[in-house]
């Protein structure tokens, strides 16, 4: 099955205390969301959300995360590699390298989509599949990713864009489609009546009426799944793309009863 692919121990959950950090990035910082979840024995309690986050506040999150902890982000992490490619001959003078092909196919499955995009489109049908990074205005939120990556590594915190480290790429979409969630709107109601152990007070529920910041969260319980290896990782023939274009990482079916429970990826 494929959620049997090789794990990275390097995501091995640690006992105890965790904290995950959910951020549902937009280029907009109006639409941008961060949610922090802070796991003990026992229980998880959601903390109250950030909205409208800079760059500043983004980068201090990620900067701050403590061995154990880990953060979700909710964007590519990168472009399609044969897009970079294309862009690159373009700019240099150099051949197409879609020559000789069928226009539109090379565009549409080679340009536009990233080699974990495709992947996921296969393993949630019927769901739609990610936005594509180059063709749509998510690109411009993939750009302010880029940025906030090369901060990041800057600062020393260096991101492995295949989610090795204790930063990895989310879909929180597909999370909801995985743990049943996607049936109506967003619903903290519907959420915290099948995850029961998750808790939070009735000011803090209100800010989750927010549709960021509901992702965000749902980006925090995705990136604990992660921590928990209860996500699809990339195989061997898969790693080489997902360096450099990211890997998104897809729960388990069925896989959110098991985020109270820590211990060491099969």
């Known amino acids: 099955m494929w959620w049997n692919r090789p794990r990275f121990t390097r995501w091995a959950c640690h006992p105890g205390r965790m904290r995950t950090v959910g951020i549902d990035l937009s280029a907009d910082r109006a639409k941008t969301a961060v949610s922090i979840v802070e796991w003990r024995d026992g229980e998880a309690v959601i903390s109250r959300s950030l909205l409208k986050c800079t760059d500043d506040e983004l980068l201090d999150q990620l900067s701050d995360l403590r061995p154990g902890d880990h953060a979700g982000v909710?964007?590519?992490?990168?472009?399609?590699?044969?897009?970079?490619?294309?862009?690159g001959a373009h700019v240099g003078g150099a051949a197409w390298p879609g020559r000789g092909q069928d226009s539109e196919r090379y565009r549409k499955e080679h340009l536009r989509y990233r080699l974990t995009?495709?992947?996921?489109?296969?393993?949630?049908?019927?769901?739609?599949?990610p936005l594509p990074a180059p063709f749509?205005?998510?690109?411009?939120?993939?750009?302010?990713w880029a940025h906030l990556e090369n901060?990041?590594?800057?600062r020393g915190h260096h991101i492995d864009r295949a989610g090795e480290g204790q930063v990895c790429e989310v879909y929180p979409k597909a999370?909801?489609?995985?743990?049943?969630?996607l049936n109506g709107q967003r619903s903290m109601d519907e959420l915290l009546s099948v995850a029961t152990w998750l808790h939070c007070d009735p000011s803090t529920r209100r800010d989750y009426e927010n549709e960021h910041a509901f992702d965000a969260l749902v980006c925090s319980l995705t990136v604990r799944a992660a921590a928990l290896g209860l996500t699809v990782r990339p195989g061997p023939t898969e790693l080489d793309a997902a360096w450099v274009e990211g890997w998104i990482h897809i729960p388990r079916p069925?896989?959110?009863?098991?985020?109270?429970?820590?211990?060491?990826?099969?």
Request: aromatic content about 8%; glycine content about 6%; some cysteine.
């Open 254 to 266: 069925e896989s959110l009863p098991l985020l109270l429970l820590c211990g060491s990826p099969a």
């Open 151 to 154: 901060e990041l590594n800057n």
């Open 117 to 129: 995009d495709r992947l996921a489109r296969d393993q949630l049908h019927p769901l739609s599949p």
């Open 136 to 144: 749509d205005r998510i690109g411009a939120m993939v750009a302010r």
């Open 74 to 87: 909710d964007t590519p992490f990168g472009w399609p590699a044969e897009f970079v490619r294309a862009v």
């Open 175 to 181: 999370s909801r489609y995985r743990w049943g969630l």
